[in-house]
C-alpha cells in the first residue's frame, strides 16, 4: 500500500519561504513519479509541480515557475517542495501525488496519479 504524508505547512507572510515535505517508502519512492498539488478553498485542485523517477525531468505549474523548486531527498525518501516568494494567492492545501504511468511526467494529467496524501495547510498572509 503506498502512503505519502506531508508536512511542513503553516502561516508565513507574503514573501516569505516555507519548504514542504513528502514522506513515503522506500519503494514508492523509486518506483513512482511525484508531483505536489494544492487546492484553494472553491477552487479545483491544481498542479504545482512533478519530478520523475530518475529526478532528471521536473515540471513545474505557471503560477509557481522561478518561485518554487521540486526535489527529492535521497536519504530521508522524501520528495521536497522549496517555496521562494510567497503570495497570498499561494494559500491552499497542497497535497503530495505519485504515479507509475508508462509516459514522461511532463504528460501527466492529475488523473494519472494513483495515490493521494491528506493536504497540509500553506496560509500567506499579505
Known amino acids: 500500500q503506498v502512503q505519502l504524508v506531508e508536512s511542513g505547512g503553516g502561516l508565513v507572510q507574503a514573501g516569505d519561504s516555507l519548504r514542504l515535505s513528502c514522506a513515503t517508502s522506500?519503494?514508492?519512492?523509486?518506483?513512482?513519479?511525484l508531483a505536489w498539488f494544492r487546492q484553494a478553498p472553491g477552487k479545483e485542485r491544481e498542479f504545482v509541480a512533478s519530478?520523475?523517477?530518475?529526478?532528471?525531468?521536473?515540471f513545474y505549474g505557471d503560477s509557481v515557475k522561478g518561485r518554487f523548486t521540486i526535489s527529492r531527498d535521497y536519504a530521508r525518501n522524501t520528495v521536497d517542495l522549496q517555496m521562494n516568494s510567497l503570495k497570498p494567492e499561494d494559500t491552499a492545501v497542497y497535497y503530495c501525488?505519485?504515479?507509475?504511468?508508462?509516459?514522461?511526467?511532463?504528460?501527466?494529467?492529475?488523473?494519472?496519479?494513483?495515490?493521494w496524501g491528506q493536504g497540509t495547510q500553506v496560509t500567506v498572509s499579505s
Open positions: 519530478i520523475s523517477t530518475t529526478s532528471l525531468t521536473t
Open positions: 501525488a505519485a504515479g507509475d504511468q508508462p509516459k514522461p511526467i511532463t504528460d501527466w494529467s492529475k488523473d494519472d496519479y494513483n495515490y
Open positions: 522506500r519503494r514508492t519512492f523509486s518506483d513512482y513519479g
